[in-house]
């Protein structure tokens, strides 16, 4: 599979000059769309299972930062973590793990859908196609320039150690799952040009408003 064919099934993500040049790497799906299986993959990993939405989204479902008022820029935070109102059990096995990834990633997902504190974590993006953008936040670009969703579920992929997984472990990780990888830079060329009208929105704004 290329990357313009991406479809939002279970990927990993690497950015070879990540951590001084150790590497990271990232494994996600589309949050919509994510399959008890795939939540069971992710926890495998060793990250914590962590949904990344907007701000629009954030305030919607009724969620608040973490520790405080976000900082300023335009650098994702952390929200109050979830978990899906229709979970009947503890929230913590992957199939409820997976009913809420889904249930952040939905198209009509409001407060009423979703309590907090939960067993997912929640990132908020502001600006996904910023320079220095980390990894999860270009899982949401990448989304977004080629489904009709845009919130990533994803974790950290860990090596033996805990330590966070270098460029070499997440490809071999994605040949051991047979799934497709995509390298950061990749990323960037395409959301940013397939998503080339929000950017040239995002400028303007920023040169006439200087915000």
């Given at each position: 599979?290329?990357?313009?064919?991406?479809?939002?099934?279970?990927?990993?993500?690497?950015?070879?000059?990540?951590?001084?040049?150790?590497?990271?790497?990232?494994?996600?799906?589309?949050?919509?769309?994510?399959?008890?299986?795939?939540?069971?993959?992710?926890?495998?990993?060793?990250g914590i299972c962590t949904v990344t939405i907007n701000e629009g989204a954030m305030i919607r479902l009724g969620l608040?930062?973490?520790?405080?008022?976000?900082?300023?820029?335009?650098?994702?935070?952390?929200?109050?973590?979830?978990?899906?109102?229709?979970?009947?059990?503890?929230?913590?096995?992957?199939?409820?793990?997976?009913?809420t990834m889904r249930t952040l990633g939905g198209r009509d997902v409001g407060a009423d859908d979703i309590q907090s504190?939960?067993?997912?974590?929640?990132?908020?993006?502001?600006?996904?196609?910023?320079?220095?953008?980390?990894?999860?936040?270009?899982a949401n670009a990448l989304l977004a320039a080629t489904t009709d969703t845009r919130f990533a579920a994803w974790a950290?992929?860990?090596?033996?150690?805990?330590?966070?997984?270098?460029?070499?472990?997440?490809?071999?990780?994605?040949?051991?799952?047979?799934?497709?990888?995509?390298?950061?830079?990749?990323?960037?060329?395409?959301?940013?040009?397939?998503?080339?009208?929000?950017?040239?929105?995002?400028?303007?704004?920023?040169?006439?408003?200087?915000?």
């Open positions: 599979m290329t990357i313009e064919e991406y479809d939002g099934r279970l990927a990993i993500l690497i950015d070879p000059a990540a951590r001084e040049g150790r590497g990271r790497s990232l494994i996600f799906a589309a949050a919509r769309d994510i399959r008890d299986e795939d939540v069971i993959t992710l926890t495998a990993q060793g608040s930062p973490q520790g405080g008022p976000p900082p300023g820029g335009d650098a994702p935070y952390f929200g109050t973590s979830a978990e899906a109102r229709a979970c009947t059990e503890t929230g913590i096995s992957a199939k409820e793990r997976a009913l504190p939960g067993h997912i974590m929640v990132q908020v993006a502001r600006n996904v196609l910023r320079d220095g953008a980390s990894l999860p936040e270009m950290d992929i860990l090596d033996a150690s805990g330590e966070v997984a270098g460029a070499d472990d997440g490809i071999a990780l994605a040949r051991r799952l047979d799934v497709p990888h995509f390298l950061s830079s990749d990323v960037i060329r395409l959301s940013r040009e397939r998503l080339a009208p929000w950017v040239d929105v995002m400028r303007f704004s920023q040169e006439r408003f200087g915000a």
